[in-house]
């Protein structure tokens, strides 16, 4: 007989109950929204045992959700012993305190904007990612400092010996000073980090690179798409906000143009402004492109909604007038007369599966067909000195014909309207340089 009886030490996943408020307000029915939750709570790690829904003309000021419902609630918890309870909504500091207070220590009560920092904080990889959560975490956190010190404000109105220190209130304020500094620090690395990006996205943009940006609903198959477009091996899995780090990769397309295709991260309906705000300089990297690809789960029956949450984030962050695709992902998941009707509703869209490559050849056609308009035919001569500027014209732009020459490269190209730019001090008639002795 075994002298010891074996433990796991397998986390155990915390039990969830999750409420919703249906308010009569929001595009997307309160049982669909409760299960997209569920989603992000199995995301970060817990177990969903239960649901809790109440219709209501407006939140109720003290506690969200009515007393009647808070009861009903408070013995949810006990009934399936409760860990966390996840509104769907985000909550004021002093409905969060209140409804902590209802159903006692130490079962927590979050929402949904403190549920998705949480996956945000486990899922970012860089040092930029890091900081955006941190700052975004902690403008969440600070208003809520309140509450945190409260047992020992309740000690100073109570008078007394030591009352006259007011402890709870001194440590409250330095804890938020504390915040407020460590708030300002962030902004300002965050800063620092902006100004490189901008400076590598001007190098790209001097270079000529016809920049492609991925954006969509979060799990639409955006990361799978840009491993299989590049041969990458960017981390994809069928998790929510599974990659929150812009990831950017090379393409050569059958032209000869070399593009960039950039993964970004993840949109999702009520995505928490603070959010937003922290991203803004990832997000850049959308506004910054020549070619938005809108990625969208087409096997996905709230596509359309999802649709309307991606592009209420791209007005929120500026990005307008850029060129937009659709890409409806995971067709191989429809049936061929659901596909047909799709394209039919979305004259303009692509129809792939970035998993098992369906369509992908139809998607580099419109990629190449986007990035040629605007195109420049020109000849230009460019002298043997000038090494980088011939490297430049052999991957940016399309060569029609060249030779060498006495005075250089001659070459006749399509190039685009940045290329052209950067060629037109070199640009000759073909007769001019057949004057010179050809090589």
């Given at each position: 007989?075994?002298?010891?009886?074996?433990?796991?030490?397998?986390?155990?996943?915390?039990?969830a109950?999750?409420?919703?408020?249906d308010?009569?307000?929001?595009?997307?029915?309160?049982e669909?929204?409760?299960?997209?939750?569920?989603?992000?709570?199995?995301?970060?790690?817990a177990?969903?045992?239960?649901?809790?829904?109440?219709?209501?003309?407006?939140?109720?000021?003290?506690?969200f959700?009515?007393?009647g419902?808070?009861?009903?609630?408070?013995q949810?918890?006990?009934?399936?012993?409760?860990?966390?309870?996840?509104?769907?909504?985000?909550?004021?500091p002093?409905?969060?305190?209140?409804?902590?207070?209802a159903?006692?220590?130490?079962?927590k009560?979050?929402?949904?904007?403190?549920l998705?920092?949480d996956?945000?904080?486990?899922?970012?990889?860089?040092?930029?990612?890091?900081?955006?959560?941190?700052?975004?975490?902690?403008?969440?956190?600070l208003?809520?400092?309140r509450?945190?010190?409260s047992?020992?404000?309740?000690?100073?109105?109570?008078?007394?010996?030591?009352?006259?220190?007011?402890?709870?209130?001194?440590q409250?304020?330095?804890?938020?000073?504390?915040?407020?500094?460590?708030?300002?620090s962030?902004?300002?690395?965050?800063?620092?980090?902006?100004?490189?990006?901008k400076?590598?996205?001007?190098?790209?943009?001097?270079?000529?690179?016809?920049?492609?940006?991925?954006?969509?609903?979060?799990?639409?198959?955006?990361?799978?798409?840009l491993?299989?477009?590049?041969?990458?091996?960017?981390?994809?899995?069928?998790e929510?906000?599974?990659?929150?780090?812009?990831?950017?990769?090379s393409?050569?397309l059958?032209?000869?143009?070399?593009?960039t295709l950039t993964d970004?991260?993840?949109f999702i309906?009520?995505?928490?402004?603070?959010l937003?705000?922290?991203?803004?300089s990832?997000?850049?990297e959308v506004?910054a492109?020549?070619l938005?690809?809108h990625?969208?789960?087409?096997s996905?029956?709230?596509?359309?909604?999802e649709?309307?949450?991606?592009?209420?984030?791209?007005?929120d962050?500026?990005?307008?007038?850029?060129?937009?695709?659709?890409?409806?992902?995971?067709?191989?998941?429809?049936?061929e007369?659901?596909r047909r009707a799709?394209?039919?509703?979305?004259?303009?869209?692509?129809s792939?599966?970035?998993?098992?490559?369906?369509?992908?050849?139809?998607?580099?056609?419109?990629?190449?067909?986007?990035?040629?308009?605007?195109?420049?035919?020109m000849?230009v001569?460019?002298p043997?000195?000038?090494?980088?500027?011939?490297?430049?014209?052999?991957?940016?732009c399309?060569?029609?014909?060249?030779?060498?020459?006495?005075?250089?490269?001659?070459?006749?190209v399509?190039?685009?309207?940045?290329?052209?730019?950067?060629?037109?001090?070199?640009?000759?008639e073909?007769?001019?340089a057949?004057?010179?002795?050809?090589?």
């Open positions: 007989m075994a002298r010891f009886t074996p433990q796991s030490t397998a986390p155990v996943p915390e039990r109950i999750l409420v919703g408020a308010l009569g307000k929001s595009d997307w029915p309160i669909e929204s409760l299960a997209e939750l569920g989603r992000l709570s199995e995301t970060d790690g177990v969903v045992v239960g649901t809790l829904i109440q219709r209501l003309d407006k939140p109720v000021p003290k506690t959700i009515g007393s419902k808070v009861e009903e609630l408070v949810l918890v006990k009934a399936l012993d409760a860990d966390v309870v996840i509104f769907d909504d985000e909550l004021t002093s409905q969060q305190a209140n409804l902590e207070k159903v006692k220590e130490p079962v009560v979050i929402d949904r904007t403190a998705i920092l996956i945000f904080g486990n899922h970012a990889k860089t040092r930029e990612g890091r900081l955006q959560v941190q700052l975004a975490q902690l403008q969440y956190l208003p809520r400092l509450g945190m010190w047992h020992l404000v309740g000690e100073q109105t109570r008078g007394g010996i030591g009352s006259r220190f007011g402890q709870g209130e001194s409250l304020e330095v804890d938020r000073r504390l915040v407020r500094d460590r708030i300002a962030l902004k300002h690395e965050l800063k620092e980090l902006d100004k490189r990006r400076v590598q996205s001007k190098a790209r943009w001097d270079s000529g690179v016809y920049r492609v940006a991925l954006v969509g609903y979060t799990n639409a198959g955006k990361s799978t798409l491993n299989k477009l590049t041969g990458s091996e960017v981390y994809a899995r069928d929510l906000f599974a990659t929150l780090d812009p990831t950017t990769r393409l050569d059958e032209e000869g143009r070399k593009i970004t991260v993840g309906q009520k995505l928490p402004t603070m937003v705000e922290a991203f803004k990832t997000l850049a506004a492109a020549d938005i690809l990625v969208v789960d087409a996905d029956p709230n596509a359309d909604k649709i309307a949450a991606v592009e209420g984030v791209l007005s962050i500026g990005v307008k007038d850029t060129k937009s695709v659709l890409v409806f992902n995971k067709c191989d998941l429809l049936s007369e659901e799709l394209l039919v509703t979305n004259p303009e869209a692509v792939i599966s970035a998993l098992d490559g369906s369509g992908l050849r139809g998607l580099l056609y419109r990629i190449a067909s986007e990035a040629s308009q605007g195109d420049v035919t000849t001569l460019v043997y000195d000038k090494g980088m500027l011939m490297k430049m014209v052999h991957e940016r399309q060569i029609l014909s060249e030779r060498y020459v006495e005075g250089g490269l001659l070459a006749t399509r190039a685009s309207e940045r290329m052209a730019m950067t060629l037109e001090p070199y640009r000759c073909d007769s001019d057949e004057e010179g002795e050809q090589l």
